[in-house]
């Protein structure tokens, strides 16, 4: 049987990630994902990568992001279709300018390059913009990229790195053996020396695999594309109140976001889109974009995002199992989480410590212990002989 240095559960952009530095560190990696790399939230968001709507714990991430994902594609040898477009956060009402004062001040002086301006500067930048704009803040290190390339950008780099992928391999079961664990899905049975769990929405069922019951939820959040308008937006629109975001794909097309829900039941895989939150966010964004009215919807889609209830990420030793990490859970995980993908990794690889805020451990009752719910399964078949898991095409990009 071979055996890998560690399988990673889940192949979003935070599993992906991971398994890309590891592997460069000299790791045997194996990734085993339900369905394709970035076929989860990391292939269906909406792209932003702003500093103006990232909670103020998370702003220091925010910023090592930013410089990292200038270097995304010439990283990864493929175009993410990254853009620091500049991005302009609108306030419709006085209250909505005072807030967004507040928190542009605020983030200023943690080192995000934002200042407020007058509706007529706004529209200056954007023409576009209607006359209810009373103020904006504009940072000018805001951008966006396509996330629809994400799946493919990773698989070309994670072969390239000699990363064992297994596509369509939903974990079933995670039960320890001597000197690791033994992971069952798909019909196939894994071997690993370590555990990293990077399943998204999922984290809370694999956890318990591990014994470790962590306050993990999910919610599902909606993503919409327009047809084209006849005009170029220069960047990234957002709402003080982040319930939109809004830009242009290169072919003029309009993606829309901003946390709206659908509902749906991760573990079956099941969404609906509700006709409210499609008409909620197509209203704010014509207030704000007069020419959205002007253009029709194409295509609505939703993805689970996972949640913890203090609203920090969870990255770090899964508590009291020996070599299982996790990783999730983050805010902007699609901008935030390359940057939390290698905190962790410097942790696996002992090179450094784990981000205490981040401790999956702070939600345990100090002095519990968790027990290991499954029980230990024989291995039965190498991971490299005739596995059921398979790979499957690329998917198009948003262009
Ligand atoms: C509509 C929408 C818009 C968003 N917009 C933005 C944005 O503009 N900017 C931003 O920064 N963030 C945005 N986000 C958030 C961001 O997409 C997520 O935070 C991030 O992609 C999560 O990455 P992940 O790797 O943790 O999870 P995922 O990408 O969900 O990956 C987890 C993977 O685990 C797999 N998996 C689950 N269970 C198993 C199992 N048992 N065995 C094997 N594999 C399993 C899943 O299939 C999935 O592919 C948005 C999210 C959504 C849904």
């Known amino acids: 049987m071979t055996r890998h240095d560690i399988a990673i559960v889940g192949g979003g952009i ?8 590891l592997a460069e560190a000299g790791m045997r990696v194996a990734v085993m994902e339900k369905s394709t790399l970035c076929g989860g939230a990391s292939g269906v968001n909406a792209g932003s990568h702003s500093m103006q709507n990232k909670r103020p714990q998370l702003l220091p991430y925010a910023l090592e992001a930013q410089e990292l994902w200038t270097r995304m594609s010439a990283r990864l040898g493929y ?10 956060i609108v306030a419709l009402t006085e209250q909505e300018a005072a807030g967004l004062e507040e928190k542009t001040l605020a983030r200023r002086a943690m080192g995000v390059d934002a200042e407020m301006i007058a509706g007529d500067r706004a529209r200056a930048i954007e023409p576009l913009l209607s006359q209810y704009i009373l103020a904006a803040s504009y ?22 790195l ?5 596509e369509h391999c939903g974990v079933e079961r995670i039960a320890p053996a001597r000197d690791g664990f ?4 798909a ?3 894994f071997y690993a020396g370590r555990i990293l769990l990077a399943a998204g929405a999922w984290l809370k069922e694999l956890l318990l695999m591990l014994g470790s019951d962590l306050p993990v939820s999910y919610r599902l959040n909606q993503a919409l594309v327009l047809d ?16 939109l975001t809004l830009k242009q794909s290169h072919s003029g097309k309009l993606l829309l976001g901003g946390g709206w829900p659908a509902e749906g039941r991760a573990q079956a895989g099941e969404s609906v889109m509700l006709s409210d939150s499609i008409i909620g966010n197509l209203r704010l964004a014509r207030r704000i974009l007069p020419a959205v009215g002007a253009t029709s919807l194409l295509r609505a889609w939703s993805g689970f995002e996972a949640d913890m209830p203090d609203f920090l990420p969870l990255v770090g030793a899964v508590p009291g199992v020996k070599n299982a990490f996790v990783i999730g859970c983050i805010g902007g995980g699609y901008t935030l989480g390359p940057v939390m993908a290698q905190r962790l990794c410097q942790q696996i690889l002992e090179r450094g410590p784990a981000d205490a805020a981040f401790d999956p451990a702070r939600f345990l009752p ?13 291995p039965e078949r190498s991971v490299l002989s005739g596995n059921a898991c398979a790979s499957s095409p690329p998917r198009p990009a948003l262009t």
């Open 14 to 21: 935070m599993g992906c990630y991971a398994a890309m530095l």
């Open 79 to 88: 175009d993410m279709g990254y853009r620091r477009s500049g991005g302009l």
């Open 139 to 160: 940072g000018k290190t805001d951008g966006y990229s396509d996330s629809l390339r994400t799946g493919r950008a990773f698989t070309g780099k994670l072969r390239q």
């Open 162 to 166: 000699g990363v064992s992928l297994y």
């Open 182 to 185: 033994v992971i069952a899905g």
């Open 187 to 189: 019909g196939e049975t």
């Open 228 to 243: 084209r308008i006849g005009h170029r937006l220069r960047g990234f629109i957002g709402h003080a109140s982040g319930l």
């Open 366 to 378: 100090a002095g519990v212990r968790p027990v290991m719910a499954s029980p230990p399964v024989a």
